[in-house]
């Protein structure tokens, strides 16, 4: 009888805890910024289900914090997503989603710039943390820190932030940085024979 008491317990009272929402296993992997602080944006990613209770929660810099006005909602019906596991979600300034490349952010930050590129600390709901010392971030415009899930493998590699749907995007869009490319080139000939170069 003890035994059968002790097993009711557990399935009333512990199960349900064990299988409910959180938010705490989201991991930030990719943090950028451009060289004025105006784009930049947060991407954290999570392979477990059940991460979508944000709503409260804080996304804190030496900056700024950011409070999670809205559970994990990527359709904005207002029915929440607990299906988290292998997704990203992707946090960003309100300048970010007009640039080239940009994908819709799952979350915009209140400021134009959150973090302060130089040297900071990023802080998600006191669960993980992400920083950075002087001379370590790249501001060219292309390039982010990098660090894979459950890893302090710190990279610094081409820009790719993804949102929660899986779309991937690259600032500024390539089509974009070739332009600029080749109309350096053409200005740079145009001295040239006019003989200004």
């Known amino acids: 009888m003890q035994t059968l008491l002790l097993t009711l317990f557990f399935a009333v009272f512990l199960v349900p805890f064990a299988a409910g929402a959180a ?9 950028y910024s451009n060289d004025d602080g105006s784009v930049q944006f947060i991407e954290l990613y999570t392979s477990t289900n059940n991460q979508d209770e944000l ?7 030496d900056l700024a914090t950011f409070t999670f006005p809205t559970d994990l909602d990527p359709d904005g019906m207002g029915d929440g997503n607990n ?4 997704h990203h979600m992707l946090v960003a300034t309100p300048a970010f989603a007009s640039q ?3 994908v819709t ?6 400021g134009p710039e959150f973090f302060d590129f130089v040297q900071d600390s990023l802080d998600f709901a006191g669960f993980n943390t992400f920083g950075w010392s002087s001379g370590e971030f790249p501001t060219n415009g292309i390039d982010s820190l990098h660090e894979p899930f459950a890893s302090d493998d710190r990279t610094v590699d081409t820009n790719s932030p993804t949102n929660f749907a899986g779309e991937v995007g690259e600032l500024p869009e390539p089509s974009g940085v070739l332009m600029l490319g080749v ?3 053409v200005l740079a000939l145009l001295r040239t024979v006019s003989g200004r170069g």
């Open 23 to 31: 938010f705490h296993l989201w991991d930030i992997t990719e943090v």
């Open 55 to 61: 709503i409260g929660h804080t996304l804190v810099s």
């Open 83 to 86: 299906a988290t596991g292998n």
């Open 100 to 102: 080239p490349g940009a």
């Open 105 to 110: 952010p799952d979350f915009v930050l209140d």
């Open 183 to 185: 109309g350096a080139c």
